[in-house]
């Protein structure tokens, strides 16, 4: 299985700060064929299921605030906010879909400073 | 719209079985794969199966391999997670999610809890 390890595991940033958030594969999930990452990002809120944010490492789901962009290739991937709002405190995911058995970092757990 | 609404959870005993079901609407069903996602309480995302568009391709994580049984109704735009010999480390809220072109899940639904407990 492809292991996803993200960092840090918890990270406290002031209003309108940048944030980011790193997730590294223990395998490359760049696809040669098409040169397309399969990793994608997802945010979840307390109470809540997963939103998805970014796919394809750097392809922003519509409707997502442009502040959140994903970038990386290969093992190395983050997620950076680049202006951190109230409404962004959540804890955000990793996720590899390289193969049919996909597997999520462990979480970061983002909060206001 | 697109809307997942899971159902079935419950408490069950160790060594008892569950169905939980997701119900998919305002997307043509049968063109998604689909996936099940579950969190055990104040853990992370564990992926549990996924689901070809016709189900004839299943894949499961290895520690509910024979014990599950991912399904669809195509025509009832319906999942289905057959859940047998559960275990207590089984207790989670299970998730049904669509899978986007390539793999990442895009709409999820609220979730359905299991709690395996004597």
């Known amino acids: 299985d492809i292991v996803m390890t993200q960092s840090p595991d918890s990270l406290a940033v002031s209003l309108g700060e940048r944030a980011t958030i790193n997730c590294k594969s223990s395998?490359?999930?760049?696809?040669?064929?098409?040169?397309?990452?399969?990793l994608a990002w997802y945010q979840q809120k307390p109470g809540q299921p997963p939103k998805l944010l970014i796919y394809?490492?750097?392809t922003r789901e519509s409707g997502v605030p442009d502040r959140f962009s994903g970038s990386g290739s290969g093992t190395d991937f983050t997620l950076t906010i680049s202006s951190l709002q109230a409404e962004d405190v959540a804890v955000y995911y990793c996720q590899q879909y390289y193969n049919n058995t996909p597997t999520f970092g462990q979480g970061t757990k983002l909060e206001i400073k | 719209e697109v809307q997942l609404v899971e159902s079935g959870g419950g408490v069950v005993q160790p060594g008892g079985s569950l169905r939980l079901s997701c119900a998919a609407s305002?997307?043509?069903?049968?063109?998604?794969?689909m996936t099940w996602v579950r969190q055990a309480p104040g853990k992370g995302l564990e992926w549990v199966a996924t689901?070809?568009?016709?189900?004839?391709?299943?894949y499961y994580v290895d520690s509910v391999k024979g014990r599950f049984t991912i399904s669809r109704d195509n025509a009832k735009t319906a999942m289905y997670l057959q859940m047998n010999s559960l275990r207590a480390e089984d207790t989670a809220v299970y998730y049904c999610?669509?899978?986007?072109?390539?793999?990442?899940?895009?709409?999820w639904g609220q979730g359905t809890l299991v709690t395996v407990s004597s």
């Open positions: 305002g997307f043509i069903f049968s063109n998604y794969w």
């Open positions: 689901l070809k568009r016709d189900g004839s391709e299943k």
């Open positions: 395998q490359s999930v760049l696809y040669s064929s098409n040169n397309k990452n399969y």
């Open positions: 394809w490492a750097s």
């Open positions: 999610a669509r899978v986007g072109n390539g793999g990442h899940a895009g709409y």
